[in-house]
């Protein structure tokens, strides 16, 4: 079975800086994806990157970047020039190649200060 | 583009008595997710079809939980006999399914309560 593990249940960075959240996960299979999702007090979960892990080269979207590490099984987020929008939940998620089974990891809470 | 919806979005209940909650996927979704997210964990899956085939349901407590997903598109899930330990939200997700079309779109999920 599939296991994802967050270390840091809370985080905090100032408004303008970079934090990283990270995650480790355990798999027997070669192929896979990883998500990182957003989840706002009281609101929808949303995606905010995904990475193919037959690709060597790490995710970017706009202020969101990982460090994808297959040899280490980790998989961590970081998002530079952070903003008060940001603060949230950050669940790290694993999605199986070959059935698509699903696991996530117990989140991150993210407090981002004027 | 429609999302995921569900209803309701609140109930509460006594301990022992049923539940039952919907889920309508994005048209076109062929794969469907239960979770169970307690507060302040991460969800949890308890049940995911492909189309109304069941792929996992390891984790769906069986002696009182049931889904089904008929027609391969709406979904209920549901609870009986409810326990405290049943407290929690509710989400569902969808996605196009396939290897490459794996992108969970989650709905606002449906909080209950037991009392």
């Known amino acids: 079975a599939q296991t994802v593990t967050q270390s840091q249940p809370e985080m905090s960075v100032q408004e303008a800086e970079t934090v990283t959240l990270s995650c480790t996960y355990d798999?027997?299979?070669?192929?896979?994806?990883l998500f990182w999702y957003k989840q706002p007090p009281s609101r929808q979960m949303i995606l905010v990157i995904r990475?193919?892990?037959?690709?060597?080269q790490n995710a970017t979207e706009n202020r969101f970047s990982v460090n994808f590490q297959k040899a280490a099984k980790s998989f961590s987020l970081k998002i530079s020039d952070s903003q008060l929008g940001d603060a949230a939940m950050y669940f790290c998620?694993?999605?199986?190649?070959?059935?698509?089974?699903?696991?996530f990891g117990d989140g991150t809470t993210l407090t981002v200060k004027p | 583009e429609a999302g995921v919806a569900q209803s309701p979005r609140y109930k509460i209940i006594e301990k022992r008595q049923s539940v039952a909650f919907w889920c309508n996927p994005i048209?076109?979704?062929?794969?469907l997710y239960w979770y169970q997210q307690i507060l302040g964990q991460g969800p949890k899956l308890l049940i995911q079809?492909?189309?109304?085939?069941?792929?996992?349901d390891s984790q769906l407590p069986k002696d009182r939980f049931s889904a089904e997903r008929l027609k391969g598109v709406d979904s209920t899930l549901k609870i009986q006999p409810a326990k405290l330990e049943d407290s929690a939200v509710y989400l569902c997700?969808?996605?196009?399914?396939?290897?490459?079309?794996?992108?969970?779109?989650f709905g606002p999920g449906t909080r209950l309560t037991v009392l």
């Open positions: 997700a969808s996605s196009l399914g396939g290897r490459n079309y794996n992108e969970q779109f």
């Open positions: 798999t027997s299979e070669s192929d896979y994806y």
């Open positions: 990475q193919e892990a037959y690709k060597q």
């Open positions: 998620a694993y999605i199986g190649w070959s059935a698509g089974k699903s696991t």
């Open positions: 048209s076109g979704h062929a794969t």
């Open positions: 079809f492909q189309n109304n085939g069941v792929v996992d």
